[in-house]
């Protein structure tokens, strides 16, 4: 089960990779500052992640004007990441969760999907400036994804 509205939501440092430059991608960096979107998505380069992610890469602006930052999480490695990044013109910040610490963290870590082994469900939540989690979603399968009117809805709420 996803983390509920209402808990502190778990902070997290992992890697990201984007031309030379490999760094950490922390929740705790936004507190006090901005809002953030966490986006779990399950794998890189699958059809429904690749349209998630250009979907979601052509309306940060939307996402900076309410005040939000985003960050997606999958348990791909960094460079996998990047390598995806580049080929769909994806402008997130990607974060790996390669040890799958901070899926299982916000309760969003599947055993198995497909055959492919354990990896993050479809997720979404919105972690306000003071870190709680004020709006969680695990969509009902992988394939469908999380309601981004909602998302917004709530960013709006909190700027």
Do not use: H
């Not at 960094?78 to 969760?97: C, H, M, R, V, Y």
């Not at 916000?106 to 479809?122: E, M, N, P, Q």
């Amino acid at each position: 089960m996803p983390l509920s509205v209402g808990t502190k939501a778990p902070d997290f440092s992992l890697k990201s990779k984007k031309g030379d430059a490999v760094t950490d991608v922390k929740l705790s960096a936004n507190i006090g500052s901005k809002n953030t979107v966490v986006l779990f998505f399950p794998l890189a380069f699958t059809g429904v992640c690749t349209n998630e992610m250009c979907s979601v890469s052509q309306g940060l602006g939307e996402y900076a004007s309410l005040g939000a930052d985003v960050i997606a999480i999958s348990v791909d490695s960094p460079f996998t990441q990047e390598a995806w990044a580049k080929q769909n013109n994806i402008g997130i910040t990607l974060a790996s969760d390669l040890n799958k610490v901070t899926a299982k963290a916000y309760g969003v870590l599947l055993d198995d999907l497909g055959g492919f082994g354990s990896t993050a469900a479809r997720a979404a939540f919105v972690v306000d400036k003071k870190g709680v989690i004020q709006y969680a979603e695990q969509t009902p399968t992988p394939k469908d994804l999380p309601n981004f009117d909602a998302i917004r809805a709530k960013l709006g709420e909190l700027k």
